[in-house]
């Protein structure tokens, strides 16, 4: 059984930091690529910044320039640094990791969410 389990959502005031993190367990063979979506109020989730195996990266243009992925394949987590957080980035937070747990089984996995506030 593979979890993903996020940390560091919180309330922050605009123009501030938060770092994210989500750490995988269970019986986990491989981890190919991992990302953070997020999804605000009335809206849908998407996408906002993925990492594959081999370190590509690929960033929302709303986060660009603000936000950094990272990801500790020893550790089995990936990271979210946030900085110059805005109003607008306020939502439930969720990691998302493509994992193989043997040879023939692949598959998504998703965390239970981290809530990011950010006041004006």
């Known amino acids: 059984q593979v979890q993903l389990v996020e940390s560091g959502g919180g309330l922050v005031q605009a123009g501030g930091s938060l770092r994210l993190s989500c750490a995988a367990s269970g019986s986990i063979l491989r981890m190919h690529t991992m990302g953070w979506y997020r999804q605000g109020p009335g809206k849908q989730r998407d996408v906002v910044a993925t990492i594959s195996s081999t370190g590509s990266i690929d960033y929302s243009n709303s986060v660009n320039g603000r936000f950094t992925i990272s990801r500790d394949n020893a550790k089995r987590t990936v990271y979210l640094q946030m900085n110059s957080l805005k109003p607008d980035d306020t939502a439930l937070y969720y990691c998302?990791?493509?994992?193989?747990?043997?040879?023939?089984?692949?598959?998504?996995?998703w965390g239970q969410g981290t809530q990011v506030t950010v006041s004006s």
């Open positions: 998302n990791a493509d994992i193989s747990t043997t040879p023939w089984a692949r598959r998504d996995y």
